[in-house]
């Protein structure tokens, strides 16, 4: 199985903050790889696909790069409603492994 | 818009068998496959496995092969879960998703909370 591995595993930053999570493949992926936020107690948001691809209706100020092992999220602005969980997924190959997830939090 | 609408929360004792249905919406059902997620309290997603709704072909885990078993339902719209020999590790909320042509999950059930416990 392919692993992922996401850092930090939190994150305090305030309004206004460009912040950046790393995900890191355990073999090679291309770019297979999707974005999730997530709130508590909801299902996981797709906001980014093909390691740079914004989801219809995602802000810009979210944006993803990487390619092969090495992934990074971006947000250019944190804004209030962005401090969520944030997951990384490769679905270069089954089983279609999550990362242990990313805490932003409100400093 | 698309929307798909799960069962509702259950308790079981270990060794029974869990059955969620996922009830689908505002979309051509058989467009599209449908995957099932797993979240257990303070865990990240794991994902199943899916079946492909136009034909019934399914693709598990190999962490649940033997007690899993994804099917579909054509003329309701709808995907089940069936899990059987439930254990406490088995305490989760589990998602049905759909899957896009770019192997995205793009639209997610609300999720349905399963606790086993004697």
């Known amino acids: 199985d392919i692993q992922m591995t996401q850092s930090p595993s939190s994150l305090s930053a305030s309004v206004g903050d460009r912040v950046t999570i790393t995900c890191r493949a355990s073999?090679?992926?291309?770019?297979?790889l999707s974005w999730y936020q997530q709130k508590p107690g909801k299902a996981p948001k797709l906001l980014l696909f093909?390691?740079?691809r914004l989801e219809s209706g995602v802000p810009s100020r979210f944006s993803g790069s990487g390619s092969g092992t090495d992934f990074t999220l971006t947000i250019s602005s944190l804004q209030p409603e962005d401090f969520s969980t944030y997951y990384c997924?490769?679905?270069?190959?089954?089983?279609?492994?999550f990362g242990q997830g990313t805490k932003l939090e409100i400093k | 818009q698309a929307q798909l609408v799960q069962s509702g929360a259950e308790v079981k004792k270990p060794g029974a068998s869990l059955k969620i249905s996922c009830k689908t919406s505002g979309y051509i059902f058989t467009s599209y496959a449908i995957h099932w997620v797993r979240q257990a309290p303070g865990q990240a997603p794991e994902w199943m496995g899916g079946?492909?709704?136009?034909?019934?072909?399914?693709k598990y885990s190999q962490k649940f092969q033997g007690r899993v078993t994804m099917t579909r339902d054509t003329t309701a719209n709808t995907a089940y879960l069936e899990l059987s020999s439930l254990r406490s590790e088995d305490t989760a909320l589990y998602y049905c998703?759909?899957?896009?042509?770019?192997?995205?999950?793009?639209?997610w059930g609300q999720g349905t909370m399963i606790t086993v416990s004697s």
């Open positions: 079946i492909t709704t136009l034909n019934g072909n399914t």
């Open positions: 997924q490769q679905y270069k190959s089954p089983p279609y492994t």
């Open positions: 073999q090679g992926i291309g770019n297979s």
């Open positions: 093909a390691a740079s």
């Open positions: 998703a759909r899957l896009t042509m770019v192997l995205t999950f793009d639209t």
